[in-house]
C-alpha cells in the first residue's frame, strides 16, 4: 500500500514526497525582521547599565526645535555632569557642530537615504564617543515621527517633543511615537500666544494614547520649563547610579 | 519609509539562510505582519520588489499574511482584537490596554529551490 495517501497504486508516490515536481520546497524559518537590530540594543542597553549611563532617545518631525532644546539643556548641564551627544541626520554636520559649539562631545550619524538611526549606528558612535560612569547620552535621531519608532537603540526612555507651531492632533496622527514614548516635551510655549493650537486637546489626544505619558512644556527660547525637564533628567539619572 | 530598512534586514536573513541550507532561489517569502507594527504592506511590497534585484530573492513572490492587533483590559481580563493602540476595552471601557499581539514582523517561511 502507499504510504503517502493509502492507495493501491504506487505511481503516484515520486511526484507526492516533491521528487517528481523539482526541488522545490518550503524552508521555516519564524525569523523576526528586527532580530539584529534588537540583538544590538540589547548590547548597547548592557554598555549603559554597566556604566550607569541615561540614554535618552530623542524623537519628533523635523522643525520641533529638538536641536535647540539639546541645546539650551547642554548649557544649563555644562560642567556639572559628563555628557555625550550622538546626531542622528541625513546630511550634514550641522546639527553635531552646534552641539560642540555648546561644548559637549558629540558624534554624526548621516544615514543617507536611512530615515532613522538604527542600534548598530548608535553603538559605534558609543564605542567611539566612549561616555564615562555615569553620563548622560542623548541621542537625536532623524527628524521623523514614524520610522524611528519600531528600531530599539538600547536607549532607557524615549523622549518625543512635539512644538505648538504643528498640529495639536500629531498624537493621534502618528501614535506609535507616542505610545512608544515615556515624556513628552511640548515645545515652543512662548509662541502659544501667536498660534492656533488648543494645548488641551493636545494632551487629550496624548493620554488617550499613552496614558502613562509624562508631559513638560518647555521653551529653548524663553528658558520655560528647561529646569523641570533637567530635574526630570536628573532624577532618572541619579536612580542609576549606585 | 523604514520599509526599506526592514527590507535590508529580511535580506540578510535570506542569504544567511540560503548559505546554511544551501538553495539559490527564493521562489515566495511568506511575511507575516501585525496590524500594529508600524509597517504599511504596500511600502513593504515595493521595498521588496526594488531591495531584491540581483538576490536570490530576485522575482520571488512577496505573500504578507496581516494578523490582528490583540489588547487585555487590565481590569476585566477580556482580550479582544483592537485596531490602535488607544481602544478602550469593549466590555469596561477600561484604558489603557495591554498590547498582547499584532507588534511582530515574522518572515515565517521560505519557498526555494
Redesign the interface.
Known amino acids: 500500500m502507499c504510504t503517502t495517501c493509502g492507495c493501491e497504486d504506487h505511481s503516484h508516490a515520486p511526484r507526492a514526497n516533491g521528487e517528481a515536481t523539482g526541488r522545490l520546497r518550503r524552508v521555516s524559518l519564524e525569523r523576526n525582521l528586527l532580530e539584529k537590530n534588537d540583538a544590538f540594543a540589547a548590547r548597547n542597553r548592557r554598555h549603559f547599565q554597566e556604566r550607569g549611563i541615561l540614554a535618552l532617545n530623542l524623537v519628533s518631525s523635523p522643525g520641533s526645535g529638538k536641536t535647540s532644546l539639546l541645546v539650551a539643556t547642554l548649557e544649563r548641564l555644562a560642567g556639572s555632569h559628563p555628557v555625550a551627544v550622538v546626531e542622528g541626520d541625513q546630511q550634514t554636520s550641522r546639527d553635531a557642530d552646534r552641539i560642540r559649539a555648546a561644548g559637549a562631545p558629540a558624534i554624526q550619524i548621516n544615514t543617507g537615504k536611512g530615515c532613522h538611526l538604527d542600534a548598530h549606528g548608535v553603538e559605534h558612535a558609543i564605542l567611539d564617543l566612549a561616555p564615562g560612569e555615569g553620563s548622560l547620552v542623548f541621542i537625536e535621531n532623524v527628524g521623523n515621527l514614524v520610522c524611528p519608532a519600531p528600531f530599539d537603540l538600547g536607549e532607557n526612555h524615549k523622549v518625543v517633543i512635539l512644538s505648538v507651531t504643528e498640529g495639536e492632533d500629531k498624537p493621534l496622527k502618528y501614535p506609535d511615537m507616542f505610545a512608544a514614548a515615556d515624556l513628552m516635551l511640548l515645545n515652543k510655549v512662548d509662541l502659544l500666544p501667536y498660534v492656533e493650537f488648543d494645548e488641551e486637546a493636545c494632551l487629550g489626544f496624548a493620554k488617550r494614547v499613552n496614558p502613562n505619558l509624562e508631559v513638560i512644556r518647555t521653551s529653548a527660547r524663553s528658558g520655560e520649563g528647561l529646569q523641570a525637564w533637567i530635574d526630570w533628567i536628573l532624577t532618572r539619572s541619579a536612580a542609576l547610579a549606585r | 519609509?523604514?520599509e526599506?530598512?526592514?527590507m535590508a534586514?529580511?535580506l540578510?536573513?535570506i542569504e544567511e539562510?540560503a548559505r546554511l541550507?544551501g538553495?539559490h532561489q527564493v521562489?515566495r517569502v511568506t511575511?507575516e505582519i501585525g496590524r500594529l507594527?508600524?509597517?504599511d504592506p504596500e511600502a513593504m511590497r515595493f521595498a521588496f520588489d526594488v531591495g531584491t534585484q540581483d538576490s536570490v530573492a530576485e522575482g520571488a513572490e512577496l505573500l504578507i499574511e496581516e494578523t490582528e492587533g490583540w489588547a487585555r483590559c487590565p481590569a476585566c481580563g477580556q482580550e479582544a482584537p483592537v485596531l490602535?493602540?488607544?481602544e478602550p476595552c469593549a466590555a469596561c471601557g477600561q484604558?489603557?490596554q495591554e498590547i498582547v499581539a499584532g507588534r511582530?514582523?515574522?518572515?515565517?517561511?521560505?519557498?526555494?529551490?
Not at chain 2, 104 to 113: A, H, N, R, Y
Open positions: 519609509m523604514h526599506m530598512s526592514l534586514s529580511m540578510e536573513i539562510q541550507d538553495f521562489t511575511l507594527a508600524g509597517v490602535v493602540f488607544y484604558m489603557p511582530t514582523m515574522t518572515i515565517l517561511s521560505l519557498d526555494v529551490e
